[in-house]
């Protein structure tokens, strides 16, 4: 009935964004949002769909006009591409639908140009929508009156995505955090009660990722481990499911830092062959903690340092999510937050000044209390005014602590304290020695030797910097000296190519050769 095209904006150089790096390996963007997939297998048949991530190729305007209905999605760092994109479909008369976390928040941005907004979650409110559509009865708003049952979501379409142009995959168990963090809209979008699909969707997703040819997935839920009992059920099967197919998927995600405290836990998840976790630490600060309502950081149990380092030892890299601009937060907090990760080992911090995001209880607190800052870009790279130092002072050292980082020294002096151990290794590896996994095993890790020896000789003809360069040789030659399974040896380039991302990322924003991104 209706010729359907959604589209993914491209995002603005970030961290996560590996710009710097994705030439090395072959690819165009890190890894797909989970909405184009979602929303395409959510369309009834009787409509056709076609997906678009900008991420990795152009948008074909004249294709675009030629749709009934045209779909923008997005998130807050992209929402000034959705504005451009938006803006050039209602010049070309598209009837135009948005949704999306951006427009979740910040309802009326687009408002004169959507025909149609979804806030929050859309399983239900897209049908919804395109039944009314087909009817000529569809609405501007759409909300679900509940939160979606996992249970009930399909299998993503991600046979009608160019999978082999992403580094990664990605996929979703659960949605929901049972935490309160202040500054988080997570819980605004998501809700605080974590609801999760059942194991037989999960595996269904693994098959579908595996047929798409994707070897290393995300896990992108928020917090994977928000409902304990649920997830450990899911992940036996995902163990099973593993063990019968040789161990095909590597994983990583992202989980909250009581996984230290959860021995079980952490045995399933290495089991099931996740190799890293990302962590929002935020501070190593106990009173930012409090103030921003992260009790979970504070929990009894050993201090932070002492959690992340029972994680790695378990079999889990950790990289973690740092904040600045806490109200408790002064200027010493610079090189306490380097000190920090030092300390840590912990390779990447996605290090950020505080922000506060539309109907999050810390934009209600701030704006009653007059310190933000309303421009759509703000000059200081966050709409946060701070508390106990100008916003200068604020700007200045986060840009300082992201160069302090990311120095080679600085990098190294960590990762290799954590990569150099002799009893370092990750995900099932840890558990079992790799010439005992399997057969599939073995043929991934003779293609991670030519995978390794690709990625380095990439490094060494296209890094300009010959000094950069010769850190990276100089490392290499320790860690072969030490470590030779050549799954690890690929992981260990690999952070080589990220290295050079976020340093290279840090001198631009320094320089203000790219424009300011605050949590990279």
């Known amino acids: 009935m209706a010729d359907i095209v959604i589209i993914n904006p491209r995002f603005e150089k970030s961290y996560w964004g590996m710009e710097h790096a ?15 997939p979602l929303l395409a297998a959510l369309t009834p048949a009787e409509h056709s769909v076609t997906l678009i991530d900008e991420s990795i190729e152009e948008i074909d305007w004249d294709r675009v006009a030629r749709a009934d209905i045209v779909g923008v999605t997005g998130m807050s760092v992209q929402r000034f591409r959705m504005m451009e994109i938006i803006r050039e479909l209602k010049e070309r008369g598209c009837f135009v639908v948005v949704g999306g976390p951006w427009v979740t928040v910040q309802e009326d941005y687009f408002e004169g140009l959507a025909d149609v907004i979804f806030i929050g979650e859309a399983d239900e409110s897209w049908p919804r929508f395109l039944g009314e559509w087909k009817q000529g009865l569809h609405q501007y708003r759409y909300e679900q009156a509940e939160k979606t049952d996992m249970t009930k979501v399909p299998t993503p379409r991600f046979d009608m995505l160019k999978m082999g142009r992403y580094a990664f995959g990605s996929l979703q168990f659960s949605r929901g955090c049972p935490f309160q963090c202040e500054f988080c809209d997570i819980i605004v979008t998501f809700g605080r009660r974590p609801r999760i699909k059942t194991a037989a969707q999960v595996i269904a997703e693994f098959e579908a990722m595996y047929a798409s040819g994707q070897r290393i997935v995300f896990v992108v839920d928020d917090n994977l481990i928000g409902n304990k009992k649920a997830i450990k059920e899911v992940l036996r099967e995902v163990v099973a499911w593993q063990e019968r197919k040789g161990y095909p998927l590597s994983l990583f995600t992202e989980a909250s830092i009581d996984l230290a405290d959860d021995p079980e836990l952490l045995d399933l998840m290495t089991r099931a062959n996740f190799v890293a976790t990302f962590i929002g630490i935020e501070s190593p600060s106990e009173e930012a903690h409090r103030e921003a309502k992260k009790f979970q950081n504070v929990r009894a149990g050993g201090t932070l340092i002492e959690k992340v380092h029972r994680i790695q030892e378990a079999g889990l890299e950790v990289w973690c999510g740092m904040i600045m601009g806490f109200d408790s937060d002064d200027a010493t907090i610079f090189d306490r937050q380097i000190e920090f990760i030092q300390a840590c080992r912990i390779p990447f911090a996605m290090t950020g ?3 506060a995001i539309p109907k999050t209880p810390l934009h209600d607190r701030l704006a009653a209390e007059g310190r933000l800052d309303l421009g759509d870009r703000p000059e200081f790279g966050t709409n946060v005014i ?8 604020l700007l200045d050292g986060y840009l300082r602590v992201i160069g302090d980082l990311y120095d080679p020294e600085l990098y190294f002096e960590r990762t290799d304290a954590l990569f150099l151990d002799p009893a370092f290794d990750f995900g099932i590896t840890k558990r079992k020695p790799w010439w005992r996994i399997s057969l599939r095993w073995w043929q991934m890790e003779a293609a ?6 690709g990625l380095f000789g990439r490094l060494m003809a296209h890094v300009p910097d010959a000094g950069l360069r010769a850190v990276y040789r100089r490392h290499l030659g320790r860690f072969l000296k030490v470590h030779r399974r050549p ?3 690929f992981t260990y380039v690999f ?3 990220m290295h050079f991302h976020v340093w290279k990322l840090g001198k631009e924003m320094a320089t203000r050769e790219s424009q300011l991104v605050n949590s990279f």
């Open 353 to 355: 000044m505080l922000s």
């Open 487 to 489: 799954g690890l040896v």
């Open 448 to 453: 991670h030797a030519a995978m390794a020896a």
């Open 495 to 497: 952070h080589m190519a």
């Open 386 to 393: 701070p508390l106990q130092m100008t916003r200068e002072e």
């Open 22 to 36: 994705l030439p090395f390996l072959g690819k165009s963007s890190n890894l797909p949002v989970a909405s184009l």
